[in-house]
T-cell receptor, first 117, second 112 residues
Framework: AQTVTQSQPEMSVQEAETVTLSCTYD???????LFWYKQPPSRQMILVIR??????QNATENRFSVNFQKAAKSFSLKISDSQLGDAAMYFC??????????????FGKGTHLIIQP | DTGVSQDPRHKITKRGQNVTFRCDPI?????LYWYRQTLGQGPEFLTY????????KSRLLSDRFSAERPKGSFSTLEIQRTEQGDSAMYLC??????????FGEGSWLTVV
């Protein structure tokens, strides 16, 4: 079974600074997607960024970028120029095994990101 | 497109009562998922549907839980004889053919 590990329960960053959230995963698959989701307090979970494993180039979405190290099974999220609206729980997610009917995502336990003004 | 809609957003119930949550996925999304999330944890998979067919149920889904998607559109998740351990947020999500799964805002359940 796949596992997703987020080793940082909480991170704090000053507004306008850069922060990196860590994620490692375990899989025997060679082709897959990885995702970072953001869950603000009392609001819905939204997709921040996704990475296709066969692509060597790291995904970027505005201030959000990933550092994808396939061999190390590492998938960290970098947030540049942190803003107060970035405060949320961030979850790393990996697809449940496709094939045999499995579908959906396996999530890490999340990292609570605090933005200090 | 409107997003994934869940109702009710909050439910407080007495132990032993039955509760039902409804999820309306994004229009034309054929796959629908239910997750459970407790405080400080990531969402845990419960079950999913492709159209009206329930294709997988997690071991977390005890026999007190039942989910349906009768016409391949909205879905319901019913919990019978609720227990305090059922207190959690129940998340619904959907997707079409792509890999991105879209989530609703969740339904909070408190069992007292």
């Amino acid at each position: 079974a796949q596992t997703v590990t987020q080793s940082q329960p909480e991170m704090s960053v000053q507004e306008a600074e850069t922060v990196t959230l860590s994620c490692t995963y375990d899989t025997s698959e060679s082709d897959y997607y990885l995702f970072w989701y953001k869950q603000p307090p009392s609001r819905q979970m939204i997709l921040v960024i996704r990475q296709e494993a066969y692509k060597q180039q790291n995904a970027t979405e505005n201030r959000f970028s990933v550092n994808f190290q396939k061999a190390a099974k590492s998938f960290s999220l970098k947030i540049s120029d942190s803003q107060l609206g970035d405060a949320a729980m961030y979850f790393c997610a990996y697809p449940r095994i496709s094939g045999g009917g499995a579908d959906g995502l396996t999530f890490g336990k999340g990292t609570h990101l605090i933005i200090q003004p | 497109d409107t997003g994934v809609s869940q109702d009710p957003r909050h439910k407080i119930t007495k132990r032993g009562q039955n509760v039902t949550f409804r999820c309306d996925p994004i229009s034309e999304h054929n796959r629908l998922y239910w997750y459970r999330q407790t405080l400080g944890q990531g969402p845990e998979f419960l079950t999913y549907f492709q159209n009206e067919a329930q294709l997988e149920k997690s071991r977390l889904l005890s026999d007190r839980f039942s989910a349906e998607r009768p016409k391949g559109s909205f879905s319901t998740l019913e919990i019978q004889r609720t227990e305090q351990g059922d207190s959690a947020m129940y998340l619904c999500a959907s997707r079409f053919s792509g890999n991105t799964i879209y989530f609703g805002e969740g339904s909070w359940l408190t069992v007292v």
